[in-house]
């Protein structure tokens, strides 16, 4: 991340930060001297985290209670974020559930393509539009390995990611012609608190989700898109040279021994 982003009374925006991922990204801002909106659907977990925050910071930590999966949710960010230049955006939050695409209820199936793509469409669009007019700012949109390779029993998440990754890596050129530094982050196995909800055994390979957002400050203004572990990346070559049929199926059998999901 360049100096030139670090100003004084500068905010950071995350979503999904109450905890995990989201919380090691807020640390990170403050330790970097943004101001942090936190921003997260679970009111008593996110005000505990962001009391927690502020008990180590003389930087404010706001909150926002927000469900992204609401038509109308972009009126409550814009209105509370009119008196904060937002310097740092970071699409963090998601929704998925190890299932088949026809056991996955169509309220469930909306909520996922609203959380893990439209939301990253309308954040993006409406603080990537003031940061290009300022010229300066800064944009990690968190996508996943899930999205590098069709997943089965994870359909909408993979296709989703698929489709964060694709959108991201072309902001990362649009906007760097205007001074705007976008960078995806694909995380690996990452030992966050959804991850172990569905997780069946302990992993004890996960990365802890310290390392895995400190790879994206690490990389934005450098490198369009990184997987966060040196595995994953080797994992993914690996995987890009074995027949697409083979690949489905590997995946499909991976997701079976990992979360538990049956095949009927």
């Not at 009374?9 to 330790?31: E, H, V």
């Not at 909800?197 to 369009?224: H, I, M, R, T, W």
Request: charged letters at 20%; proline letters at 3%; glycine letters at 6%.
């Amino acid at each position: 991340m360049s100096e030139a982003l670090q100003q004084q009374n500068s905010w950071a925006l995350i979503t999904g930060a109450a905890q995990g991922l989201g919380l090691a990204f807020a640390k990170i801002c403050l330790d970097k001297g943004f101001h942090v909106l936190l921003l997260d659907i679970n009111q008593s977990l996110l005000e505990q985290t962001a009391d927690e925050l502020q008990v180590a910071t003389s930087l404010q930590v706001d909150t926002l209670v927000a469900d992204l999966s609401d038509d109308n949710f972009m009126d409550g960010v814009i209105s509370n974020t009119a008196d904060k230049q937002v310097g740092l955006l970071i699409n963090n939050a998601a929704l998925t559930r190890p299932d088949l695409f026809l056991d996955v209820e169509e309220s469930f199936i909306w909520a996922q393509l609203k959380i893990n793509m439209f939301a990253v469409v309308a954040l993006t669009r409406h603080f990537g539009e003031q940061m290009c007019q300022r010229g300066q700012g800064g944009i990690i949109n968190v996508s996943s390995r899930s999205g590098e390779f069709p997943a089965p029993f994870s359909a909408l998440y993979s296709g989703a990611k698929a489709f964060v990754s694709k959108f991201s890596e072309t902001l990362w050129w649009e906007f760097k012609q205007q001074g705007v530094e976008v960078f995806t982050l694909i995380p690996d196995r990452t030992d966050t608190p959804s991850y172990r909800k569905y997780a069946n055994a302990d992993d004890v390979l996960a990365q802890s989700p310290e390392d895995c957002a400190q790879v994206a400050f690490d990389n934005l203004g450098k490198l369009a898109c990184k997987i966060a572990t040196e595995s994953g990346e080797k994992q993914n070559e690996m995987m890009k040279q074995l027949p697409l049929e083979q690949l489905i199926e590997l995946i499909a059998d991976n997701y079976i021994k990992m979360f538990g999901v049956k095949k009927e």
